[in-house]
């Protein structure tokens, strides 16, 4: 990525589109609907590294709760197990996509259009999950909201429940990208915090797995388990 690129993507994310202001959708567009709306796409399944994590508890089916569910892979696997599942999502396009593949598949499956970034202690009220997939963890920024995030879900946690998240592995390839990107972050955004980076039009935080299990602990969750695929990472929380 040249310095050029790097400012034009720096003035899109920052200036034009002011990504700190208001919520820019990278995934809402025509290459997103392609990749995530196709019913290939929804029956795929689940990656090696998810089939990892999930061994240990898919087959002990109940309440389940995927968050970032986009066109329902997650939610159509989980309940093909025999699982009961809400998915959430704020993209109405891959919400609707779901739906139709799910009554198309003959499978009852639940799918709301919330903003997780928006979650309140009422969110859920009365609901308690089994099991929680939380597919854009990594995508949540900054820390802070990623912490006070789990300690809601801890609540709406069985004793026994279980959390996934997916997060993004440490990339060489990102911090050299955006390198230009990472030092404007630090000037202009002081909620930055190391482990930051912008990816397309969107920010992300790329963990160690060592971070990750701090950042957890802090919210009253152990990190049980990892498992890493060519870019992303898997953890299995459990409470503590």
Known sequence: MTVRSDFDQF???LIKDSIFEKKINPYSGIDSLQKFG?????ESGLSAPEQQLYSSFENNPGKALVIGCSSGRECVYLTKKGWKVLGIDYIEDLLKIGRNYAQQLGLNIECQNFD???VEESSFS???FDFIAFTIYTLIYPKKKRQQILRVLRNH???KGKIVVICRGRDPEIRIKNRFLKTALKILKPSYEDGDYVRYISILHV???DELKEEVGLAGFCAKEFAAGDIYKYALLEKV
């Open 38 to 42: 196709t019913r290939k796409y929804v």
């Open 207 to 209: 963990f160690s797995e």
């Open 157 to 159: 946690l069985t004793d």
């Open 126 to 128: 009365g609901k308690k």
């Open 116 to 118: 997780i970034l928006k």
């Open 11 to 13: 003035y899109k994310l």
